[in-house]
């Protein structure tokens, strides 16, 4: 069962659209919220910093910092602005009126785990951009179960003379 669930794959089917059905329940819920106020201050303000993010992100590593020969993707870069509109948001629905402690620890834990659902889905997103981690085995860092494992082999001084044969040096260099 184990080694079927590391198996599933974090680029297409049911794994990447539960994540992103769970990030958009997510940003719902921190969006949720009744007040007139809420709706025409806090939720412009963080709209706005959701699009200064990704643009002040795109001119510094795009046209200042160039570590990259290309620039970077839309994608990332929306990825990027939806997970700065949840974190502005959870920010803001922190600093409320507080009426009990245990109801604001309760808000606080529920309010952090809709933002995190945001924030996986969006590095879902970007991982099926680059298609760094294929499946779940890969983005937890499990190794395949039909790897070879070869950490037997490390290197110790004298095993290239003990094993002339290699003819090549095993390990790190001294």
Not at 22 to 32: D, F, K, N, P, Y
């Amino acid at each position: 069962m184990t080694s079927a669930v590391l198996g599933w794959s974090m680029l297409t089917g049911a794994v990447p659209a539960t994540l992103t059905l769970l990030g958009a329940a997510g940003l719902v819920a921190l969006l949720a919220r009744r007040d007139a106020t809420w709706w025409s201050r806090s939720v412009p303000r963080a709209v706005l910093v959701a699009l200064l993010v990704p643009v002040a992100t795109a001119i510094v590593v795009d046209r200042i910092w160039r570590p990259f020969p290309d620039p970077l993707p839309v994608d990332a870069l929306v990825y990027l602005g939806v997970t700065a509109l949840a974190l502005a948001l959870l920010a803001q629905r922190l600093t409320g009126r507080r009426r009990s402690r245990a109801a604001a620890v309760g808000r606080a834990l529920g309010l952090g785990l809709a933002a995190a659902t945001v924030v996986v889905a969006a590095a879902s997103g970007v991982n099926r951009y680059y298609e760094r981690f294929p499946t779940v085995g890969a983005a937890l860092g499990v190794p395949p179960a039909n790897q070879a494992d070869l950490a037997w082999r490390v290197w110790a001084p004298g095993l290239d003379a003990a094993l002339p044969w290699l003819g090549t040096r095993i390990g790190p260099t001294p």
